[in-house]
């Protein structure tokens, strides 16, 4: 469970996205805040107002769209990649990178590497030997 605080940012970010998403404009975002909590900001608000706000936007048609992990959906596939060796992979690839297109830079060295043409596609192996390689070229550049 989030913090407090941490609560605070995400019910702030959801009323800000739910704004956007029903096309409230400046003032009329404003004169829903103070029908429904009685303050024209969010930062002044209490948890249990923001949670209020919140539902009224949802009451008025906003729609939370989670976001779809990356890799999440590949699920259990003997003897391929795991979704964590995968994302290992970008962040290490994040990390010694300097491309303007990283992703497609990673695509072109993986597959220079190992002759698959998409991360998902990787056996465990091969991202073992991929991980190894990215781990020692970020050493290098310390």
Not at 3 to 15: G, N
Not at 74 to 81: E, N, V
Not at 114 to 131: E, S
Request: charged fraction near 35%; include cysteine; charge should be positive.
């Amino acid at each position: 469970m989030p913090e407090a605080k941490d609560l605070r940012k995400i019910l702030i970010a959801k009323i800000h996205i739910a704004k956007v998403q029903l096309g409230f404009d400046d003032v009329v975002y404003r004169d829903f805040l103070q029908a429904q909590a009685a303050k024209e900001s969010c930062s002044q608000m209490s948890l249990a107002e923001l949670e209020k706000v919140l539902d009224a936007f949802k009451k008025r048609g906003f729609k939370e769209k989670r976001k779809r992990k990356k890799y999440d959906d590949l699920g259990k596939r003997p003897g391929m990649a795991t979704p964590g060796q995968l994302r290992k992979i970008e962040v290490l690839w994040a990390e010694v990178t300097f491309a303007r297109n990283p992703e497609r830079a990673l695509r072109r060295f993986v597959f220079k590497m190992t002759g698959v043409q998409d991360l998902r596609w990787l056996t465990g192996k091969q991202a073992n030997q991929v991980i190894e390689v990215l781990k020692k070229i970020r050493s290098r550049g310390k």
